[in-house]
């Protein structure tokens, strides 16, 4: 296989010189002899597009250093419109590897950074491209490189197949918008693995968007494994573009830090997502802002929370699709904001399973607080209390070994262990709680049919453990809990205590 130097095609690599043309003809070359490697070595170059072809690895030494270039007019238009620093279109066997560096020089794309604040950075420029760009390609590889500071998103790939992302950083702005990570748009079979990174914008994001989904179909058969992620936003996303279904996403042994939500989940735009495996899983969320970022034109998502799950119209236009089979194991959480689960009248969500969940909700910001937070969406961000677990309507939902702990300051927005509405068939199994403020209520459900409370713990400080309203004692069962550090173990806020199966309970 051929191997060549873009020093050998002319370029100088001062940081200073467009090395665009020159390292184009270094690709153009090698995919003419069939393939092989382009080396870049050590150097700054500074570029436009390059457009990477099939059977080419562009391998950068550990001191080359690809630089974009700040002119719009050295970036051309690809594929649906996109510009970026590296593109490849219908490529098969494309690699980009090596410890080297691409750089977006996305510092020059906003206004500057003050160093205390967390409010999103506004753009100064229109035009602001992507570091890289794929669409349509087979057998792609990036392994080692550093994405540096991209002005808009790190990665997009768009109806890619069979991509492996290995060993990757990216240390992108942290108070940049539109400052993802890793975008799967409508591909197939992508593994992401020992990725370290830093965004502004989301870290992860798996979506179909209308124009992978029309060309390329699902999302599909994805897998996240031994990450460090950090962002402003959401570190693992799946949506909030849905045109497409989106299925089979497994994420694992996984670190979230400093990011303003863990994982979150949104269907808007018709499909289903489905067949969802989250496990292992260390995640720290916080709040980035409160509702006084209102006046900025530009705001993040997110309001503190480790896990989120949404499905609600976008714009009050379509149905929002579909959201089942979510699973989320074996994970320790401490965050500022509760979990989130909610469906709609018309969406419900089904089949949401945690299992081992270790919650400290404790206070980090300072922010305020007490607000929800469904971008995008008819209702935006809105006050509300906050629960450390809140759902709303769900079928089939499955908490098991949950323990709620709230630490430290108290925000006075915080409120019950568990506050659920409109659910169909809950099982409480092992969940072990307190409400956030002594002597008020653990778990508050209203509209329950069908709820089954086993192996229950109320902590101390608990007044009632569970209060119902509109729940049909029917299919009420409470089994084998302790509810000895209650003041009342259930109440019932709409009759008389009605009769229910209750059995093996250690009672007040």
């Known amino acids: 296989m051929t191997s060549v130097n873009i020093r050998d095609f002319g370029a100088v690599g001062d940081g200073l010189t467009k090395d665009n043309a020159s390292i184009q003809a270094a690709i153009d070359y090698c995919a003419e002899q069939g393939g092989g490697t382009v080396l870049v ?81 506004l753009p100064i420029r229109e035009f602001r491209p992507k570091l890289i760009d794929f669409e349509g390609c087979t057998n792609v ?49 992508v593994h992401i693995s020992d990725c370290h990174i830093e965004t502004g914008d989301d870290c992860i994001v798996v979506k179909t968007t209308k124009y992978a989904a029309e060309r390329y179909g699902a999302c599909e058969n994805i897998t996240v494994s031994n990450c460090t992620l950090d962002s402003h936003d959401s570190a693992i996303k799946i949506g909030t573009e849905t045109y497409g279904d989106i299925r089979n996403i497994v994420v694992q042994n996984c670190v979230i830090r400093n990011s303003n939500r863990g994982v979150g989940i949104w269907v808007r735009d018709g499909a289903t ?35 989120f799950i949404t499905a609600e119209r976008r714009n009050g236009q379509f149905p929002p699709g579909k959201i089942r ?69 769900a079928k089939n939902l499955y908490l098991q070994d949950v323990e ?43 509209h329950v049919n069908g709820l089954s409370l086993e192996s229950c713990r109320a902590e101390a ?24 550090q209650a003041q009342e173990a259930i109440r019932f806020a709409d009759e008389k205590e009605p009769q229910f199966f209750s059995a093996a309970n250690r009672m007040p």
């Open 461 to 484: 400080g608990t007044g009632t453990f569970v209060t119902l309203e509109k729940a049909d004692a029917k299919r009420l069962f409470v089994v084998g809990n302790d509810f000895s």
């Open 273 to 307: 997502v489905e067949n969802l495996l989250f496990s292992n899983l260390i995640i720290d969320t916080r709040l980035f802002s409160d509702e006084t970022e209102t006046s900025r034109a530009l705001r993040w998502w997110g309001k503190g929370e480790p896990l």
């Open 141 to 189: 590889l990036f392994r080692d490189v550093t994405l540096f500071r991209a002005s808009s998103w790190g990665m997009h790939l768009t109806g890619c197949n069979r991509v492996n992302v290995q060993g990757v950083k990216i240390l992108g702005q942290k108070r940049g918008p539109n400052n993802d990570g890793i975008d799967p748009d409508g591909c197939k079979d």
């Open 404 to 446: 709620v702990v709230w630490q430290g300051e108290q925000n006075n927005h915080w409120s019950n262990a568990l506050c659920g509405e409109h659910l169909e068939q809950l099982v409480l199994k092992g969940f072990c709680a307190s409400p956030a403020q002594d002597g008020g209520t653990a778990i508050e459900l209203k």
């Open 325 to 393: 089979n979510v699973s989320f194991e074996q994970i320790m959480a401490e965050a500022e904001g509760g979990v989130y689960l909610e469906g709609s009248a018309e969406s419900v969500i089904e089949n949401i399973q945690i299992r081992c969940l270790r919650l400290v909700m404790r206070r980090k910001s300072g922010y305020r607080g007490g607000l929800f937070d469904t971008q995008p969406s008819t209702r935006g961000v809105f006050p509300h209390h906050i629960p450390a677990v809140f759902c709303r309507y």
């Open 41 to 121: 070595p050590s150097g700054q170059f500074l570029s436009g597009t390059l457009m990477l072809k099939s059977f080419v690895n562009l391998h950068l030494e550990a001191s080359a250093r690809i630089v974009s270039s700040l002119e719009e007019a050295d970036f051309a238009r690809a594929g649906h419109g996109n510009r970026a620093l590296l593109c490849a279109r219908n490529a098969d066997n494309v690699s980009v590897t090596g410890m080297g560096t691409i750089d977006g020089r996305g510092e020059q794309f906003l206004e500057p950074e003050d160093g205390v604040s967390d409010y999103v950075l």
